[in-house]
């Protein structure tokens, strides 16, 4: 079955630590993309990427990182940087295009203690 | 910039009763629209879309939604709820290649 991957489910980890999210998906997709969710707040998109070896900023980038070596990766890296990393991560991909349908994973809740 | 409200954060029904989520958006050209739906602690799935021609839209799940060029808007409705639509809803607009803007979500909860 095609589709996306987010690995895991759940993450705990210490104030002070880098974490990385996985986000992998098998729709041969060319754009893939990071959002995060906190309660009421809809989703912020973090980072995206429209092709492989390229991606761009989105609207709340600061303390985070991406890489997109691969087309069927597009990994999430939360730094010590980011002031307040708890919350729902989802990761997406879309064909490419203006049309823009996204297609999304599971999900990552990570909470830092 | 395009921007998206969603008219109503939570909306309370009793089963079999009709409901309407309202959005509306802002753009200077031509949008393409969108409604996706996320059950708890779940990624968002697509309930429909619209790219062009008919105004009226028909998804998933016995959901449909009017596009209205003239009020900007795109609100979905559904004529008799279950409590299994008991979730939050999504409206999105793409207009630029690449990526699109989501509202902030209605949380639709469906009584007995």
């Known amino acids: 079955d095609g589709g996306i991957t987010q690995s895991p489910k759940y993450l705990f980890r210490k104030e002070g630590q880098n974490v990385t999210l996985s986000c992998e998906q098998n729709?041969?997709?060319?754009?893939m993309y990071w959002y995060r969710q906190d309660p009421g707040q809809g989703l912020r998109l973090i980072y995206y990427s429209q092709i492989v070896n390229d991606f761009q900023k989105g609207d709340i980038a600061e303390g985070y990182s991406v890489s997109r070596e691969k087309k069927e990766s597009f990994p999430l890296t939360v730094t010590s940087a980011q002031k307040n990393p708890t919350a729902f991560y989802l990761c997406?991909?879309?064909?490419?295009?203006?049309?823009?349908?996204?297609?999304f994973g599971p999900g990552t809740r990570l909470t830092v203690l | 910039a395009q921007s998206v409200t969603q008219l109503d954060s939570q909306v309370p029904v009793f089963e079999e009763a009709p409901v309407e989520l309202r959005c509306n958006y802002s753009s200077s050209v031509s949008v393409y629209l969108f409604w996706y739906v996320q059950y708890p602690n779940q990624g968002l799935q697509l309930l429909l879309k619209y790219l062009s021609g008919s105004t009226l839209v028909k998804g998933i799940n016995g959901f449909e939604a009017e596009f209205n060029k003239s009020q900007t808007s795109f609100h979905l409705r559904k004529p008799s709820v279950h409590i299994s639509d008991t979730a939050e809803y999504f409206c999105a607009v793409s207009v630029n290649a690449g990526k699109s803007t989501f509202g902030d979500g209605t949380t639709l909860t469906v009584k007995p």
């Open positions: 729709l041969n997709h060319d754009a």
């Open positions: 997406a991909s879309s064909i490419g295009g203006q049309v823009n349908e996204q297609f």
